[in-house]
């Protein structure tokens, strides 16, 4: 029957996604059934779009979809299938490994992305990575290519929207507005992952490999050190010879 809503005002779901990741707690997590709309009023008004409130079974949140109108019947409102998360989880990225002003324009960049604003996305991202291009230099920017190329051949992603995507990492001019392009959902998501396996290849790795080398070298160190003072205090520990022990032993005897 799909999506719609009864008479009793008992929202059906039958054939759609009842699980989303909530944008509150991040959990993947099942949605129940918190408010929807009226059937009478819905039949007086015959809006297009509705609002229907869900909430997260790991944390209770309310979370909230926007459905549009499929059909008004007489017993039943059906909908289509998907409805639009209105709020979307916040995007996360390990900025600590990022030099300042690529980190403040990546933060930028997804804060744009979570709110569904996808052209100034668009602009965030060409601006990291002339902020990463101006850390990296010259063969940084290489680098940089031969990575995102990379990218469209192991997730063998279509060539139409990978030029698009290409075209804002690498060419555009933010200097001109005619050339800060539109961009649809799907373009987004693939310049959303493009972007932070890019920064994560360049930047991040290498950061978390160093990271984990200081804190195995320091390990090293301090077990050599204390292989050498244990070593050190062998060495000064006196043991009595022999004769001093025959020595001692006669005058006890001679009650001396």
Known sequence: MGV????DNRFHRAGATTSLQCPH???HA???????????????HRP???????????????VFLRYGVKDYRARQIEFFTSGHQI???????????????????FKDALGCYTN?????FAVMCRRTVLAAFDELGEQGKIKCYEQVNEIQQLANIDAGDFDMVRT?????????????????????AILLETMRDMLYQVFVRGGKLQKALQLRRYFAEQAEQHNEAGAAAQETTTVPDNDS????????????
């Open 30 to 44: 099942h949605m129940r059934v918190g408010s929807v709309p009226d059937f009478t009023q819905m039949q007086i």
């Open 168 to 188: 804002i990492i690498f060419e555009t001019d933010l200097a001109k507005t005619t050339d800060i392009a539109k961009i649809n959902p799907m373009q987004a």
């Open 245 to 256: 022990i025959i020595v001692r032993a006669m005058k006890r005897a001679n009650g001396n």
């Open 4 to 7: 719609y809503l009864d008479t």
């Open 116 to 120: 569904s604003l996808l052209t100034a």
């Open 87 to 105: 709020e979307r989880p916040t995007e996360t990225f390990s900025y600590d490994y990022l030099p300042a002003l690529v980190a403040d324009a």
């Open 25 to 27: 707690c991040g959990i």
């Open 48 to 62: 297009k779009q509705v609002g229907i409130a869900l909430h997260c079974e790991a944390c209770n949140m309310p």
